[in-house]
Protein backbone atom coordinates (compact mmCIF):
# COMPACT_ATOMS: atom_id res chain seq x y z
CA UNK A 1 0.00 0.00 0.00
CA UNK A 2 2.61 2.47 1.10
CA UNK A 3 5.63 0.89 -1.51
CA UNK A 4 5.25 4.19 -3.72
CA UNK A 5 5.39 6.35 -1.28
CA UNK A 6 8.09 5.09 1.09
CA UNK A 7 11.14 5.90 -1.32
CA UNK A 8 14.43 6.84 -0.91
CA UNK A 9 15.28 10.68 -1.41
CA UNK A 10 18.36 11.89 -2.35
CA UNK A 11 20.12 14.39 0.53
CA UNK A 12 20.21 17.20 -2.03
CA UNK A 13 16.91 17.33 -2.71
CA UNK A 14 15.44 18.56 1.35
CA UNK A 15 16.86 21.87 0.48
CA UNK A 16 15.13 22.49 -2.33
CA UNK A 17 12.13 24.87 -2.17
CA UNK A 18 9.05 23.19 -3.60
CA UNK A 19 10.43 23.95 -7.34
CA UNK A 20 7.86 21.76 -8.42
CA UNK A 21 4.95 24.29 -7.41
CA UNK A 22 6.36 26.69 -10.13
CA UNK A 23 5.61 24.04 -13.08
CA UNK A 24 2.21 23.33 -11.65
CA UNK A 25 0.04 25.78 -13.59
CA UNK A 26 1.68 24.87 -16.85
CA UNK A 27 1.09 20.74 -17.15
CA UNK A 28 -2.95 21.50 -17.92
CA UNK A 29 -1.94 23.78 -20.89
CA UNK A 30 0.90 21.85 -21.95
CA UNK A 31 -1.38 18.79 -22.04
CA UNK A 32 -4.25 20.14 -23.33
CA UNK A 33 -2.31 21.89 -26.30
CA UNK A 34 -1.03 18.42 -26.99
CA UNK A 35 -4.20 16.58 -27.35
CA UNK A 36 -5.49 19.38 -29.40
CA UNK A 37 -2.42 19.23 -31.90
CA UNK A 38 -3.14 15.42 -31.81
CA UNK A 39 -7.10 15.88 -32.76
CA UNK A 40 -6.50 18.63 -35.68
CA UNK A 41 -4.22 16.06 -37.30
CA UNK A 42 -6.75 13.25 -37.39
CA UNK A 43 -8.92 14.91 -38.34
CA UNK A 44 -8.01 18.71 -40.14
CA UNK A 45 -10.42 20.66 -37.64
CA UNK A 46 -9.77 24.27 -37.64
CA UNK A 47 -8.31 25.27 -34.43
CA UNK A 48 -11.42 27.46 -33.20
CA UNK A 49 -13.32 24.06 -33.00
CA UNK A 50 -10.92 21.96 -30.82
CA UNK A 51 -10.45 24.45 -28.63
CA UNK A 52 -14.55 25.50 -28.27
CA UNK A 53 -14.83 21.25 -27.33
CA UNK A 54 -11.49 19.86 -25.02
CA UNK A 55 -12.02 16.20 -25.42
CA UNK A 56 -12.71 14.44 -21.81
CA UNK A 57 -9.56 13.35 -20.89
CA UNK A 58 -7.96 16.58 -21.19
CA UNK A 59 -11.03 18.49 -19.15
CA UNK A 60 -10.58 15.55 -16.42
CA UNK A 61 -6.51 16.37 -16.01
CA UNK A 62 -6.96 19.86 -15.99
CA UNK A 63 -10.05 19.13 -13.37
CA UNK A 64 -7.55 16.64 -11.37
CA UNK A 65 -4.82 19.01 -11.83
CA UNK A 66 -6.60 22.46 -10.24
CA UNK A 67 -6.96 20.24 -6.88
CA UNK A 68 -3.65 20.44 -6.53
CA UNK A 69 -2.93 24.08 -7.13
CA UNK A 70 -2.55 26.81 -4.22
CA UNK A 71 -5.99 27.90 -4.99
CA UNK A 72 -7.09 24.49 -3.98
CA UNK A 73 -5.22 25.01 -0.68
CA UNK A 74 -6.88 28.04 0.10
CA UNK A 75 -10.36 26.56 -0.61
CA UNK A 76 -9.25 23.75 1.41
CA UNK A 77 -8.09 26.62 4.24
CA UNK A 78 -11.57 28.42 4.19
CA UNK A 79 -13.37 25.13 4.22
CA UNK A 80 -11.37 24.12 8.05
CA UNK A 81 -11.50 28.03 9.03
CA UNK A 82 -15.66 27.45 8.41
CA UNK A 83 -15.78 24.30 10.16
CA UNK A 84 -13.52 26.11 13.10
CA UNK A 85 -15.98 29.04 13.21
CA UNK A 86 -19.48 27.47 13.41
CA UNK A 87 -18.37 24.98 16.12
CA UNK A 88 -16.84 27.87 18.36
CA UNK A 89 -18.42 31.31 18.26
CA UNK A 90 -22.45 29.87 19.27
CA UNK A 91 -23.46 29.44 22.80
CA UNK A 92 -20.23 31.37 24.24
CA UNK A 93 -22.54 31.94 26.79
CA UNK A 94 -23.99 28.31 27.21
CA UNK A 95 -22.49 28.82 31.09
CA UNK A 96 -22.87 32.24 32.81
CA UNK A 97 -20.60 31.64 35.49
CA UNK A 98 -16.51 31.75 35.95
CA UNK A 99 -15.06 28.62 35.29
CA UNK A 100 -11.88 27.34 36.18
CA UNK A 101 -8.75 29.60 35.85
CA UNK A 102 -11.54 32.62 34.13
CA UNK A 103 -11.64 33.35 37.84
CA UNK A 104 -8.42 35.02 37.44
CA UNK A 105 -8.03 35.97 33.66
CA UNK A 106 -10.85 37.90 33.23
CA UNK A 107 -11.25 39.74 36.29
CA UNK A 108 -7.39 40.68 35.68
CA UNK A 109 -8.26 41.43 32.17
CA UNK A 110 -11.44 43.76 33.18
CA UNK A 111 -8.94 45.65 35.91
CA UNK A 112 -6.26 46.16 32.98
CA UNK A 113 -9.07 47.72 30.88
CA UNK A 114 -10.29 50.05 34.25
CA UNK A 115 -6.81 50.98 35.80
CA UNK A 116 -4.75 49.83 33.46
CA UNK A 117 -2.37 47.10 35.42
CA UNK A 118 -4.25 44.25 37.64
CA UNK A 119 -5.63 45.42 41.03
CA UNK A 120 -6.57 43.52 43.88
CA UNK A 121 -10.10 41.88 43.56
CA UNK A 122 -11.83 40.45 47.27
CA UNK A 123 -11.85 36.98 47.72
CA UNK A 124 -15.13 35.03 46.88
CA UNK A 125 -16.25 38.08 44.39
CA UNK A 126 -17.04 36.26 41.41
CA UNK A 127 -20.84 35.92 42.00
CA UNK A 128 -20.58 39.75 42.66
CA UNK A 129 -18.62 40.09 39.23
CA UNK A 130 -20.60 37.90 36.97
CA UNK A 131 -23.81 40.38 38.50
CA UNK A 132 -22.55 43.30 37.43
CA UNK A 133 -20.99 44.58 40.60
CA UNK A 134 -16.91 45.65 40.18
CA UNK A 135 -16.98 47.95 43.09
CA UNK A 136 -14.91 45.60 44.59
CA UNK A 137 -11.87 46.23 42.52
CA UNK A 138 -9.25 48.16 44.78
CA UNK A 139 -6.42 49.97 43.12
CA UNK A 140 -3.78 48.42 45.40
CA UNK A 141 -1.82 46.77 42.43
CA UNK A 142 -2.50 42.80 42.27
CA UNK A 143 0.03 39.69 42.09
CA UNK A 144 -0.51 38.44 38.20
CA UNK A 145 1.74 35.32 38.18
CA UNK A 146 1.40 35.46 33.98
CA UNK A 147 2.70 38.20 31.80
CA UNK A 148 -0.18 40.43 30.56
CA UNK A 149 -1.14 40.27 26.50
CA UNK A 150 -3.53 37.09 27.07
CA UNK A 151 -5.40 39.22 29.38
CA UNK A 152 -5.54 42.48 27.55
CA UNK A 153 -7.21 40.21 24.76
CA UNK A 154 -9.61 38.75 26.99
CA UNK A 155 -10.61 42.76 27.62
CA UNK A 156 -10.72 43.81 24.30
CA UNK A 157 -13.73 41.14 24.19
CA UNK A 158 -15.43 42.91 26.99
CA UNK A 159 -14.82 46.12 25.93
CA UNK A 160 -17.07 45.40 23.12
CA UNK A 161 -19.64 43.59 25.10
CA UNK A 162 -19.55 44.39 28.55
CA UNK A 163 -18.37 43.56 31.49
CA UNK A 164 -20.75 41.51 32.69
CA UNK A 165 -21.15 39.44 29.34
CA UNK A 166 -19.75 35.74 29.08
CA UNK A 167 -19.72 36.11 24.92
CA UNK A 168 -17.12 39.13 25.79
CA UNK A 169 -15.13 37.23 28.63
CA UNK A 170 -14.53 34.81 25.43
CA UNK A 171 -14.71 35.88 22.29
CA UNK A 172 -11.44 37.10 21.45
CA UNK A 173 -10.41 33.69 22.66
CA UNK A 174 -12.92 31.74 20.30
CA UNK A 175 -11.02 34.22 17.37
CA UNK A 176 -8.05 33.22 18.34
CA UNK A 177 -8.82 29.55 17.95
CA UNK A 178 -10.62 29.82 14.80
CA UNK A 179 -7.49 31.63 13.55
CA UNK A 180 -5.11 28.66 15.01
CA UNK A 181 -7.31 26.47 12.73
CA UNK A 182 -6.32 29.09 9.59
CA UNK A 183 -2.58 29.27 10.48
CA UNK A 184 -2.45 25.14 10.71
CA UNK A 185 -3.87 25.04 7.50
CA UNK A 186 -1.47 27.47 5.50
CA UNK A 187 1.53 25.77 7.35
CA UNK A 188 0.49 22.19 6.17
CA UNK A 189 0.43 23.79 2.83
CA UNK A 190 3.28 25.63 2.54
CA UNK A 191 4.99 22.38 4.03
CA UNK A 192 3.64 19.73 1.80
CA UNK A 193 1.50 21.71 -0.93
CA UNK A 194 -1.62 18.93 -0.39
CA UNK A 195 -4.83 20.63 -0.46
CA UNK A 196 -6.03 17.34 1.07
CA UNK A 197 -3.59 16.94 3.77
CA UNK A 198 -4.67 20.89 4.57
CA UNK A 199 -8.43 19.95 4.80
CA UNK A 200 -7.75 17.24 6.85
CA UNK A 201 -4.96 18.82 9.46
CA UNK A 202 -7.33 22.00 9.72
CA UNK A 203 -10.34 19.71 10.02
CA UNK A 204 -8.90 17.28 12.40
CA UNK A 205 -7.58 20.49 14.56
CA UNK A 206 -11.22 22.63 14.23
CA UNK A 207 -12.95 19.40 15.87
CA UNK A 208 -10.45 18.60 18.76
CA UNK A 209 -12.09 18.54 22.11
CA UNK A 210 -8.98 20.40 23.85
CA UNK A 211 -8.99 22.93 20.63
CA UNK A 212 -12.51 23.62 21.24
CA UNK A 213 -12.80 23.90 25.00
CA UNK A 214 -9.99 26.19 25.00
CA UNK A 215 -11.18 28.17 22.03
CA UNK A 216 -14.38 28.83 24.39
CA UNK A 217 -12.74 29.37 27.48
CA UNK A 218 -10.87 33.09 28.33
CA UNK A 219 -7.76 30.88 29.96
CA UNK A 220 -4.46 32.19 28.68
CA UNK A 221 -3.09 28.77 26.75
CA UNK A 222 -5.43 29.21 23.28
CA UNK A 223 -3.80 32.82 22.93
CA UNK A 224 -0.36 31.32 23.64
CA UNK A 225 -0.93 28.02 20.98
CA UNK A 226 -1.91 30.60 18.00
CA UNK A 227 1.32 32.72 18.42
CA UNK A 228 3.05 30.29 18.68
CA UNK A 229 1.72 28.73 15.62
CA UNK A 230 2.27 32.01 13.59
CA UNK A 231 6.12 32.07 14.74
CA UNK A 232 6.17 28.12 13.06
CA UNK A 233 4.74 29.42 9.88
CA UNK A 234 6.82 32.52 9.59
CA UNK A 235 10.18 30.72 10.20
CA UNK A 236 8.58 28.40 7.31
CA UNK A 237 7.81 30.72 4.90
CA UNK A 238 11.91 32.05 5.71
CA UNK A 239 13.06 28.76 4.51
CA UNK A 240 11.17 28.40 1.46
CA UNK A 241 12.43 31.62 0.33
CA UNK A 242 15.98 32.24 1.99
CA UNK A 243 16.58 28.36 1.01
CA UNK A 244 15.91 29.12 -2.47
CA UNK A 245 18.28 32.50 -2.65
CA UNK A 246 21.13 30.81 -1.17
CA UNK A 247 21.29 27.87 -3.00
CA UNK A 248 21.25 29.63 -6.24
CA UNK A 249 23.78 31.71 -4.46
CA UNK A 250 26.15 29.13 -4.04
CA UNK A 251 25.66 27.17 -7.10
CA UNK A 252 27.07 30.27 -8.89
CA UNK A 253 30.31 30.54 -6.05
CA UNK A 254 33.49 29.83 -7.42
CA UNK A 255 34.83 28.28 -4.31
CA UNK A 256 31.96 25.77 -3.58
CA UNK A 257 33.29 21.83 -3.60
CA UNK A 258 31.64 18.39 -4.67
CA UNK A 259 27.90 18.15 -3.24
CA UNK A 260 27.99 16.10 0.15
CA UNK A 261 25.42 13.64 0.89
CA UNK A 262 25.03 10.31 3.39
CA UNK A 263 27.25 9.19 6.41
CA UNK A 264 30.04 8.15 4.60
CA UNK A 265 30.75 12.06 3.04
CA UNK A 266 29.53 12.70 6.81
CA UNK A 267 32.60 10.62 7.89
CA UNK A 268 34.90 12.07 5.33
CA UNK A 269 34.01 15.36 6.74
CA UNK A 270 34.15 14.94 10.56
CA UNK A 271 37.45 13.02 10.02
CA UNK A 272 39.36 15.57 8.18
CA UNK A 273 39.90 14.01 5.53
CA UNK A 274 38.25 16.50 3.41
CA UNK A 275 40.43 19.32 3.94
CA UNK A 276 39.58 22.46 2.15
CA UNK A 277 40.34 26.18 2.94
CA UNK A 278 38.14 28.76 5.17
CA UNK A 279 35.67 30.50 3.39
CA UNK A 280 32.42 32.29 4.63
CA UNK A 281 30.86 32.52 1.09
CA UNK A 282 27.47 34.17 -0.05
CA UNK A 283 24.64 34.98 2.30
CA UNK A 284 20.61 34.27 2.24
CA UNK A 285 20.07 38.12 1.94
CA UNK A 286 16.91 39.61 3.40
CA UNK A 287 15.27 37.63 5.97
CA UNK A 288 11.62 39.41 7.08
CA UNK A 289 10.16 35.97 8.05
CA UNK A 290 12.45 35.87 11.09
CA UNK A 291 11.70 39.53 12.03
CA UNK A 292 8.05 38.33 11.99
CA UNK A 293 9.09 35.18 13.90
CA UNK A 294 10.48 37.21 16.75
CA UNK A 295 7.50 39.28 17.36
CA UNK A 296 5.62 36.35 17.29
CA UNK A 297 7.55 34.22 19.37
CA UNK A 298 7.68 37.41 21.90
CA UNK A 299 4.23 37.67 21.89
CA UNK A 300 3.72 34.23 22.14
CA UNK A 301 6.20 34.56 26.02
CA UNK A 302 4.01 37.63 27.20
CA UNK A 303 1.09 35.27 26.95
CA UNK A 304 3.06 32.66 29.04
CA UNK A 305 6.58 32.13 29.47
CA UNK A 306 6.47 29.10 28.02
CA UNK A 307 6.58 30.70 24.96
CA UNK A 308 10.56 30.78 25.49
CA UNK A 309 10.79 27.28 24.29
CA UNK A 310 9.34 28.29 20.95
CA UNK A 311 11.93 30.45 20.47
CA UNK A 312 14.62 28.63 21.17
CA UNK A 313 13.79 25.91 19.68
CA UNK A 314 12.65 28.10 15.85
CA UNK A 315 16.48 29.76 16.19
CA UNK A 316 18.25 26.44 16.73
CA UNK A 317 16.56 25.07 13.98
CA UNK A 318 16.98 27.82 11.89
CA UNK A 319 20.96 27.90 12.27
CA UNK A 320 20.79 23.62 11.91
CA UNK A 321 19.66 24.41 8.12
CA UNK A 322 21.59 27.27 7.68
CA UNK A 323 24.71 24.64 8.63
CA UNK A 324 22.92 21.42 6.96
CA UNK A 325 22.05 23.87 3.35
CA UNK A 326 25.93 24.86 2.76
CA UNK A 327 27.02 21.04 3.86
CA UNK A 328 25.18 19.45 1.21
CA UNK A 329 26.09 21.75 -1.28
CA UNK A 330 29.98 21.03 -0.64
CA UNK A 331 30.73 24.41 0.66
CA UNK A 332 34.65 24.51 2.35
CA UNK A 333 33.36 25.43 5.87
CA UNK A 334 29.70 24.96 6.08
CA UNK A 335 30.28 25.60 10.47
CA UNK A 336 32.07 28.48 10.39
CA UNK A 337 30.27 29.64 6.91
CA UNK A 338 26.91 29.49 8.11
CA UNK A 339 27.69 31.08 11.58
CA UNK A 340 29.48 34.70 9.89
CA UNK A 341 27.29 34.69 6.89
CA UNK A 342 24.00 33.85 8.43
CA UNK A 343 23.21 32.95 11.54
CA UNK A 344 24.45 35.90 13.45
CA UNK A 345 22.12 38.10 11.38
CA UNK A 346 19.08 35.46 12.54
CA UNK A 347 20.45 35.41 16.07
CA UNK A 348 19.87 39.24 15.63
CA UNK A 349 16.33 39.13 13.82
CA UNK A 350 14.70 37.02 16.10
CA UNK A 351 16.17 37.10 19.70
CA UNK A 352 16.42 41.22 20.09
CA UNK A 353 13.07 41.65 18.29
CA UNK A 354 11.15 39.70 21.24
CA UNK A 355 12.79 40.45 23.83
CA UNK A 356 11.58 43.70 22.80
CA UNK A 357 7.99 42.78 22.34
CA UNK A 358 7.92 41.02 25.42
CA UNK A 359 9.14 43.87 27.46
CA UNK A 360 6.62 46.09 25.18
CA UNK A 361 3.78 44.50 26.56
CA UNK A 362 4.33 45.05 29.72
CA UNK A 363 3.62 48.72 28.62
CA UNK A 364 0.35 48.85 30.79
CA UNK A 365 2.73 48.05 34.14
CA UNK A 366 5.25 50.76 33.45
CA UNK A 367 3.02 53.23 32.89
CA UNK A 368 1.26 53.09 36.47
CA UNK A 369 3.52 52.84 39.02
CA UNK A 370 0.68 51.42 41.45
CA UNK A 371 1.10 48.29 39.99
CA UNK A 372 2.81 45.17 41.66
CA UNK A 373 6.40 45.41 42.22
CA UNK A 374 7.20 48.98 41.51
CA UNK A 375 10.27 50.44 43.65
CA UNK A 376 11.63 47.75 44.99
CA UNK A 377 14.97 48.53 43.46
CA UNK A 378 15.28 51.74 44.68
CA UNK A 379 16.87 52.93 41.06
CA UNK A 380 14.78 55.81 39.69
CA UNK A 381 13.72 55.97 36.11
CA UNK A 382 13.39 54.07 33.29
CA UNK A 383 16.54 52.31 34.26
CA UNK A 384 14.67 51.90 37.61
CA UNK A 385 11.78 50.59 36.35
CA UNK A 386 13.58 47.86 34.08
CA UNK A 387 15.37 46.92 37.52
CA UNK A 388 12.20 46.94 39.75
CA UNK A 389 10.61 44.40 36.12
CA UNK A 390 13.45 42.13 37.10
CA UNK A 391 12.83 41.68 40.46
CA UNK A 392 9.15 41.37 40.13
CA UNK A 393 10.25 38.55 37.39
CA UNK A 394 12.39 36.74 39.71
CA UNK A 395 9.78 36.72 42.22
CA UNK A 396 6.86 35.03 39.41
CA UNK A 397 9.96 32.39 38.67
CA UNK A 398 9.96 31.35 42.19
CA UNK A 399 5.91 31.28 42.11
CA UNK A 400 6.13 29.05 39.30
CA UNK A 401 9.08 26.53 40.32
CA UNK A 402 7.87 25.89 44.11
CA UNK A 403 3.99 25.12 42.67
CA UNK A 404 3.50 21.75 43.89
CA UNK A 405 0.28 22.50 45.69
CA UNK A 406 -1.82 19.11 45.23
CA UNK A 407 -4.66 19.93 43.04
CA UNK A 408 -8.08 16.91 42.07
CA UNK A 409 -7.17 17.65 37.75
CA UNK A 410 -3.06 17.89 37.83
CA UNK A 411 -1.59 15.83 35.28
CA UNK A 412 1.73 14.14 34.60
CA UNK A 413 3.23 15.61 31.39
CA UNK A 414 4.23 12.16 30.38
CA UNK A 415 0.51 10.61 29.89
CA UNK A 416 -0.69 13.45 28.33
CA UNK A 417 -0.41 12.00 24.58
CA UNK A 418 -2.96 9.55 25.91
CA UNK A 419 -5.12 12.47 27.55
CA UNK A 420 -5.26 10.05 30.84
CA UNK A 421 -6.20 12.91 32.95
CA UNK A 422 -9.01 15.33 31.70
CA UNK A 423 -9.44 18.37 33.53
CA UNK A 424 -13.02 19.54 34.11
CA UNK A 425 -13.69 23.17 33.78
CA UNK A 426 -17.34 22.74 34.67
CA UNK A 427 -20.03 20.46 35.66
CA UNK A 428 -23.63 21.27 37.03
CA UNK A 429 -27.13 18.56 37.50
CA UNK A 430 -29.68 18.77 39.60
CA UNK A 431 -33.27 20.60 38.94
CA UNK A 432 -31.89 23.30 38.19
CA UNK A 433 -30.75 22.19 34.41
CA UNK A 434 -33.33 21.06 32.67
CA UNK A 435 -34.07 20.56 28.76
CA UNK A 436 -32.96 16.93 28.59
CA UNK A 437 -34.99 13.75 27.50
CA UNK A 438 -34.98 11.67 31.09
CA UNK A 439 -35.35 14.51 32.92
CA UNK A 440 -32.08 13.69 34.82
CA UNK A 441 -29.89 16.64 33.38
CA UNK A 442 -26.35 17.82 33.03
CA UNK A 443 -23.97 20.11 31.02
CA UNK A 444 -20.25 19.93 31.21
CA UNK A 445 -16.87 21.06 29.94
CA UNK A 446 -14.21 18.77 30.23
CA UNK A 447 -10.92 19.42 28.52
CA UNK A 448 -10.30 16.67 26.86
CA UNK A 449 -9.04 15.98 23.15
CA UNK A 450 -10.46 13.83 20.78
CA UNK A 451 -9.38 10.52 22.06
CA UNK A 452 -9.40 8.97 18.69
CA UNK A 453 -6.81 11.81 17.42
CA UNK A 454 -4.78 11.58 20.14
CA UNK A 455 -4.17 7.65 20.28
CA UNK A 456 -3.80 8.01 16.57
CA UNK A 457 -1.62 10.87 16.93
CA UNK A 458 1.09 8.88 19.34
CA UNK A 459 1.42 6.27 15.72
CA UNK A 460 1.99 9.38 13.62
CA UNK A 461 4.55 10.76 15.79
CA UNK A 462 6.50 7.88 15.68
CA UNK A 463 5.90 7.36 11.92
CA UNK A 464 6.62 11.20 11.73
CA UNK A 465 10.39 10.74 13.66
CA UNK A 466 11.20 7.85 11.89
CA UNK A 467 10.44 9.33 8.48
CA UNK A 468 12.57 12.93 9.18
CA UNK A 469 15.51 10.52 10.08
CA UNK A 470 15.13 8.27 7.26
CA UNK A 471 14.44 10.69 4.58
CA UNK A 472 15.82 13.55 6.07
CA UNK A 473 12.98 15.87 5.52
CA UNK A 474 12.83 19.26 7.46
CA UNK A 475 9.14 19.34 6.32
CA UNK A 476 8.22 16.37 8.67
CA UNK A 477 11.14 17.53 10.63
CA UNK A 478 8.61 20.79 11.58
CA UNK A 479 6.08 18.70 12.69
CA UNK A 480 8.19 16.91 14.90
CA UNK A 481 9.53 20.31 15.99
CA UNK A 482 6.54 21.14 17.32
CA UNK A 483 6.17 18.83 20.08
CA UNK A 484 9.65 19.33 20.93
CA UNK A 485 9.19 23.01 21.41
CA UNK A 486 5.75 22.69 23.21
CA UNK A 487 5.66 19.41 24.74
CA UNK A 488 8.91 17.93 25.44
CA UNK A 489 10.15 21.03 28.00
CA UNK A 490 7.09 20.04 30.17
CA UNK A 491 8.41 16.44 30.54
CA UNK A 492 10.82 18.44 33.15
CA UNK A 493 8.15 19.70 35.41
CA UNK A 494 6.15 16.29 36.27
CA UNK A 495 6.88 17.48 39.67
CA UNK A 496 4.87 20.38 39.72
CA UNK A 497 0.95 21.21 39.76
CA UNK A 498 0.06 21.24 35.29
CA UNK A 499 -2.81 20.28 34.38
CA UNK A 500 -3.37 18.13 30.75
CA UNK A 501 -5.24 21.27 28.70
CA UNK A 502 -1.39 22.47 28.45
CA UNK A 503 -2.06 20.62 25.53
CA UNK A 504 -3.59 22.75 23.43
CA UNK A 505 -0.36 24.52 22.27
CA UNK A 506 0.77 21.56 20.51
CA UNK A 507 -2.37 19.91 19.73
CA UNK A 508 -1.90 21.92 16.24
CA UNK A 509 1.34 19.22 15.34
CA UNK A 510 -0.99 16.18 16.76
CA UNK A 511 -4.00 17.34 13.71
CA UNK A 512 -1.36 17.41 11.46
CA UNK A 513 1.00 14.75 12.33
CA UNK A 514 -2.31 12.96 11.76
CA UNK A 515 -3.41 14.45 8.86
CA UNK A 516 0.32 13.89 7.25
CA UNK A 517 -0.08 10.33 8.15
CA UNK A 518 -3.74 9.48 6.53
CA UNK A 519 -2.71 11.42 3.62
CA UNK A 520 0.49 9.20 3.12
CA UNK A 521 -1.98 6.44 3.25
CA UNK A 522 -3.98 7.83 0.60
CA UNK A 523 -1.09 8.46 -1.55
CA UNK A 524 -2.27 12.37 -1.29
CA UNK A 525 1.38 12.87 -0.30
CA UNK A 526 5.01 10.93 -0.40
CA UNK A 527 6.27 10.23 2.67
CA UNK A 528 9.48 12.11 2.12
CA UNK A 529 7.17 15.11 2.18
CA UNK A 530 6.77 16.17 -0.94
CA UNK A 531 3.44 15.88 -3.17
CA UNK A 532 2.79 12.73 -4.74
CA UNK A 533 2.94 13.18 -8.49
CA UNK A 534 3.38 9.97 -9.25
CA UNK A 535 -0.27 7.79 -8.84
CA UNK A 536 0.47 4.14 -6.52
CA UNK A 537 -0.93 1.34 -8.36
CA UNK A 538 -4.46 1.23 -8.82
CA UNK A 539 -4.61 -2.15 -5.87
CA UNK A 540 -2.47 0.08 -3.55
CA UNK A 541 -4.38 3.38 -4.40
CA UNK A 542 -7.67 1.59 -3.48
CA UNK A 543 -6.47 0.02 -0.09
CA UNK A 544 -4.90 3.64 0.84
CA UNK A 545 -8.08 5.38 0.39
CA UNK A 546 -10.33 2.70 2.19
CA UNK A 547 -8.08 2.88 5.37
CA UNK A 548 -7.36 6.62 5.27
CA UNK A 549 -11.33 6.61 4.89
CA UNK A 550 -11.96 5.07 7.66
CA UNK A 551 -9.55 6.71 10.31
CA UNK A 552 -11.05 10.39 9.03
CA UNK A 553 -14.95 8.76 9.66
CA UNK A 554 -13.83 7.26 12.91
CA UNK A 555 -12.02 10.78 14.29
CA UNK A 556 -15.07 13.23 12.97
CA UNK A 557 -17.76 10.77 14.59
CA UNK A 558 -15.75 10.49 17.92
CA UNK A 559 -15.50 14.02 17.74
CA UNK A 560 -19.60 14.51 16.93
CA UNK A 561 -19.69 11.92 19.66
CA UNK A 562 -18.18 14.37 22.37
CA UNK A 563 -18.86 17.32 21.27
CA UNK A 564 -21.87 18.18 23.34
CA UNK A 565 -19.82 17.57 26.56
CA UNK A 566 -16.92 20.41 24.64
CA UNK A 567 -19.41 23.09 24.22
CA UNK A 568 -21.61 22.40 27.66
CA UNK A 569 -25.06 21.43 26.36
CA UNK A 570 -27.68 20.11 27.99
CA UNK A 571 -27.49 16.59 28.14
CA UNK A 572 -29.22 13.42 29.76
CA UNK A 573 -26.69 12.57 32.41
CA UNK A 574 -26.62 8.77 31.30
CA UNK A 575 -25.68 10.26 28.07
CA UNK A 576 -22.80 11.68 29.81
CA UNK A 577 -22.20 9.05 31.61
CA UNK A 578 -21.30 7.26 28.71
CA UNK A 579 -18.91 9.12 27.43
CA UNK A 580 -16.32 8.68 30.70
CA UNK A 581 -14.43 6.09 28.70
CA UNK A 582 -11.56 5.99 31.88
CA UNK A 583 -12.26 7.09 35.12
CA UNK A 584 -9.84 9.67 35.30
CA UNK A 585 -12.24 11.75 32.66
CA UNK A 586 -14.29 12.20 35.58
Known sequence: MLRGAFRPLHSLMMDTANEHDSHADLTPDASLQADRANERLSTGAPDTEVASTPPPAAASRRSATWLTTPGAGWVATALATLVAAAIRLPGLDNVRTLIFDETYYVKDAWSLLTLGYEGTWPKEYDASFVAGDVSGLSTVGGYPVHPPTGKWLIALGMKFFGQADPVGWRITAAICGIVTVFLLCRLAQNLFRSPALTLLAGVFLATDGMAIVMSRTAIL???????????????????????????????????????????????????????????????????????????????????????????????????????????????????????????????????????????????????????????????????????????????????????????????????????????????????????????????????????????????????????????????????????????????????????????????????????????????????????????????????????????????????LYFLPLWRADVVDYEFWRAHMWLRTWI
Open 221 to 559: DGFLAMFALAAFLCVVKDQQSARRVLTGKLANWDQLGAPRSGLADLRSYLSRRDKRAFAVGPNAGNRPWLVAAGVLAGLACSVKWSGIYVLATLGLFVAFREVTCRWRAGHPSPVRGALLADIWWAFVLMVPTALLTYVASWFGWFAHPAAHGHGRSGIGGFGGALADLWLYHKEMWTFHNNLETPHTYQSNPFTWLVQLRATSFHWATGDEITGCRSGTCATDIVALGNPFLWWVGIGALLLVVWTTCYYRSWRTGTIALGYVALYVPWLAYAHRTIFTFYTVVFAPFVALAVGWMVAVIAGAVAADGHAAHAPLPLRDRATGWVLATIITLAIIACA
